[in-house]
């Protein structure tokens, strides 16, 4: 038997499922990715569940991918805590959090499509009517026999960035993408990691977190992605693509392009610096000689790293 949604005049779009639950499934995703292309640019958005505490609205954002926890932390803390969504933490500049409470997608056998239960069969507690982002957390669960000891850590700043762009949806889109997103972080104190097994574990382990976080001082510095010149590079020359957003963490540089972030260290970062402006292969090495000194066998150690930083999208190379 087939299940199909009613033609909407007004540019909706039209489903049709061997089944109720297909159905289901496949709306509930087809509404999600049009909320998310409506925000597009605006809210910084992790592929997250949200909790809020119900009488203080501190919420807690815990990032996974799918498949991998989120959901059944979601219905569990959730029995405690507000349920704010179990799909995507959409986040305002001034850290509020826009609810989604989405029927939550549950596993059911292998092949078969996921049941969408809604959160009041679950008996969760509804979210708060002013959520506010207090802190950020990576799910790590782990599976095997027995239970392992629940963990509670910070997360360095350049991992959590790197774990969080590609559970994020449209922050390239955002104005300084990586800078924003370093603000976020810092606001709410860093980003936590949980690693268990068990998800009963997680209400009591998480509950400090939906207290107030001390903003820490930035562990980074922004880098300047509009100096670089524009138009087609000369033949036999190199320079950096056009980025979207570029920060500094100690002595390595995150860079943002089309194709995602890249990170760069050893002499990565001086040759992204360097190639600001269109230089052959042997002006490049002597920039990078600069900074870097001139130990045996570095031209090479640069042509190298270019090679790399072509292939990550980084630089590009002008061709006839």
């Known amino acids: 038997m087939a299940f199909q949604s009613g033609e909407h005049e007004s540019g909706g779009f039209e489903l049709a499922a061997s089944s109720f639950d297909a159905l289901a499934e496949d709306l509930t995703s087809r509404l999600t990715v049009a909320a998310i292309l409506a925000n597009a640019g605006q809210l910084t958005m992790l592929h997250a569940c949200g909790v809020a505490d119900p009488e203080t609205g501190a919420t807690v954002a815990l990032v996974a991918k799918s498949g991998t926890g989120k959901t059944t932390a979601a219905s569990m803390l959730a029995k405690t805590f507000g349920y704010v969504t179990d799909e995507t933490v959409a986040i305002r500049h001034d850290r509020t959090v826009m609810p989604y409470p ?156 089309d194709a995602g972030i890249v990170r760069l260290g050893g002499i990565g970062p001086a040759i992204w610096e360097a190639a600001a402006e269109p230089l052959t292969p042997h002006q490049l090495a002597e920039k990078v000689a600069e900074v870097h000194g001139t130990p045996e066998g570095y031209r090479a150690a640069v042509e190298q790293a270019v090679e790399l930083l072509v292939a990550e999208g980084v630089l590009e190379q002008g061709r006839s």
């Open 102 to 257: 989405k029927p939550l997608s549950v596993k059911l056998r292998h092949g078969r499509p996921k049941k969408q239960v809604g959160p009041d069969e679950l008996e969760l507690q509804p979210a708060p009517p002013s959520p506010l982002l207090h802190s950020i957390v990576l799910l790590n669960r782990v599976s095997g026999e027995g239970r392992t000891p629940l963990i509670l850590e910070k997360v360095p700043l350049t991992d959590a960035l790197l774990a969080l762009i590609p559970d994020s949806s449209s922050q390239g889109e955002i104005e300084q993408p990586l800078q924003s997103l370093c603000r976020l972080i810092d606001s709410v104190g860093g980003v936590w990691q949980v690693t268990y097994s068990e998800a009963s574990d997680l209400p009591v382990a998480l509950a400090p977190l939906f207290q107030v976080q001390h903003q820490r001082e930035p562990g980074w510095e922004p880098h300047d992605v509009m100096s670089a010149e524009l138009g087609q590079a000369r033949e036999g020359y190199l320079r950096r693509t056009p980025a979207k957003d570029a920060i500094a963490i100690g002595s390595e540089l995150l860079v943002m392009v």
